[in-house]
T-cell receptor, first 114, second 116 residues
Framework: AQSVSQHNHHVILSEAASLELGCNYS??????LFWYVQYPGQHLQLLLK??????LVKGIKGFEAEFIKSKFSFNLRKPSVQWSDTAEYFC????????????FGKGTKLSVIP | DGGITQSPKYLFRKEGQNVTLSCEQN?????MYWYRQDPGQGLRLIYY???????QKGDIAEGYSVSREKKESFPLTVTSAQKNPTAFYLC???????????????FGAGSRLTVL
């Protein structure tokens, strides 16, 4: 079965600091990769996704993620965080091409201090 | 506006009682899902349905049941057999067609169940 590891449970940053949240998965085959975000009081929503092609994908609000197949990683980055980025971030991976089953990581809470 | 409506938002239940959580979507999505979210545990898949009258167990289906009689509706019943039912339950849907559509999920606001 697929497993997804998010390395940090809680990250605290000051505004304008750079962000990198780690995500590693276990499945060795073809996968779809996602980052979802849950802002306080809001629904979970898609931040960005990778299906194929350029391993550097860009999402909403200036976030990007890089797929490194050899490292089974899909780390999320943002060069300069804002207070409004305070949220919980979830990495998710499917079990194979066309699979309906997404496996989520345990999430990373990001707190940005003004 | 298109979206997913979950009800109730908060629910309290006594031990030994079954409870049904509602999930309705007007996105015309084929696939629907139920996830359970516990603090520090991420989201775990309970059940999913790709089409009407068909559904599959996820990772933690024991103690839960679902039905999919209509495309727009996917209710979840938490039965008395679920040993630790207190949790936040999230319903989601996806276009569900083809390689790339299946995993782009739209989520509802969630239902918080507390067993007293």
């Amino acid at each position: 079965a697929q497993s997804v590891s998010q390395h940090n449970h809680h990250v605290i940053l000051s505004e304008a600091a750079s962000l990198e949240l780690g995500c590693n998965y276990s499945y060795g085959g073809t996968v779809n990769l996602f980052w979802y975000v849950q802002y306080p009081g809001q629904h979970l929503q898609l931040l960005l996704k990778y299906f194929s092609g350029d391993p550097l994908v860009k999402g909403i609000k200036g976030f990007e993620a890089e797929f490194i197949k050899s490292k089974f990683s899909f780390n999320l980055r943002k060069p300069s965080v804002q207070w409004s980025d305070t949220a919980e971030y979830f990495c998710a991976v499917n079990d194979g091409a066309g699979s309906y089953q997404l496996t989520f990581g345990k999430g990373t809470k990001l707190s940005v201090i003004p | 506006d298109g979206g997913i409506t979950q009800s109730p938002k908060y629910l309290f239940r006594k031990e030994g009682q079954n409870v049904t959580l509602s999930c309705e979507q007007n996105l015309n999505h084929d696939a629907m899902y139920w996830y359970r979210q516990d603090p520090g545990q991420g989201l775990r898949l309970i059940y999913y349905s790709q089409i009407v009258n068909d559904f599959q167990k996820g990772d933690i289906a024991e103690g839960y049941s679902v039905s999919r009689e209509k495309k727009e509706s996917f209710p979840l019943t938490v039965t008395s057999a679920q040993k630790n039912p207190t949790a936040f339950y999230l319903c989601a849907s996806s276009i569900g067609t083809g390689y790339s559509g299946a995993n782009v999920l739209t989520f509802g606001a969630g239902s918080r169940l507390t067993v007293l």
